[in-house]
């Protein structure tokens, strides 16, 4: 159970990630501070009712150069294996390779419409040897 009645439900999918591209937009040395824009792809092999497919987002990471924190806003499409195209949303914060994420769904499915605005908290770790991203995502019970 999380704080203030939050608590995880059921495990949705696990994902896997690849960096594509990515490019320091503004460094600022006096506070330590670097916004980085990026792209990447994975895979999600969904559980359940929970769809499979390939994903891709881009976005913004501010990277705290002292303390180690990144924060970063993420947005993008997944393609289902079935041909669904749903949007997606999401903040994450990362720190020693670890990383946690709030995402959201966004979907005009009528048999993917229980996902449409679904939030999901994904855990997970780097690996800077392969440059890969591995999560799980589970439902965010509110």
């Not at 994903?55 to 924060?71: A, E, K, L, M, P």
């Not at 020693?96 to 855990?123: A, E, P, Q």
Request: proline letters at 1%.
């Amino acid at each position: 159970m999380l704080n203030n009645g939050l608590s995880l439900g059921r495990r949705l999918f696990e994902e896997i990630d690849k960096a594509t591209g990515s490019k320091v937009i503004a460094a600022n040395d006096a506070n330590s501070l670097t916004e980085r824009e990026s792209t990447w792809t994975g895979n999600i092999k969904g559980y359940n009712s929970f769809p499979s497919g390939i994903i891709n987002g881009s976005g913004r990471s501010y990277i705290h150069g002292d303390s180690g924190v990144t924060i970063s806003h993420w947005e993008g499409v997944f393609d289902t294996d079935d041909k669904e195209k749903i949007t997606f949303k999401g903040r994450d914060m990362n720190k020693n390779y670890k990383f946690v994420v709030l995402r959201t769904y966004f979907i005009k499915s009528k048999t993917l419409g229980w996902m449409n605005g679904l939030v999901c908290i994904l855990n997970g770790e780097a690996e800077a040897s392969t440059g890969t991203f591995k999560s799980v995502g589970y439902e965010l019970m509110m």
